[in-house]
Nanobody, 125 residues
Framework: QVQLVESGGGLVQAGGSLRLSCAAS????????MGWFRQAPGKEREFVAA????????YYADSVKGRFTISRDNAKNTVYLQMNSLKPEDTAVYYC??????????????????WGQGTQVTVSS
């Protein structure tokens, strides 16, 4: 079992930056990749970014490409999401997720096995 805990959410002005963290614990062996998803009120949960534990390969949703950066610290079992040039449309609860059992990066929600509780990000205009 993998436990995920997000932190770093908060309120920022449009154009500002925020860095989210996701600490993973438990049986992380076999967790091939990590992802960030977000869910705004009344909307479906959507993919944001993913990263491979092994080589750091990344994959981004078009909506955040060039603004957000996902990274990881293997020694700390922690994944980060650096969010720059934030827009009001980025306002959502951001969730960290772990994919186990299969290799590769994906934005499909159903292919992630473990989820954190989420952290609120609010971008004011």
């Amino acid at each position: 079992q993998v436990q995920l805990v997000e932190s770093g959410g908060g309120l920022v002005q449009a154009g500002g930056s925020l860095r989210l963290s996701c600490a993973a614990s438990g049986r992380t062996f076999g967790s091939y990749s990590m992802g960030w998803f977000r869910q705004a009120p009344g909307k479906e949960r959507e993919f944001v970014a993913a990263i491979s534990w092994s080589d750091g390969t990344t994959y981004y949703a078009d909506s955040v490409k060039g603004r957000f950066t996902i990274s990881r610290d293997n020694a700390k079992n922690t994944v980060y999401l650096q969010m720059n040039s934030l827009k009001p449309e980025d306002t959502a609860v951001y969730y960290c997720a772990a994919r186990t059992g299969r290799w590769g990066l994906t934005g499909r929600l159903g292919e992630y096995d473990y989820w954190g509780q989420g952290t609120q990000v609010t971008v004011s205009s």
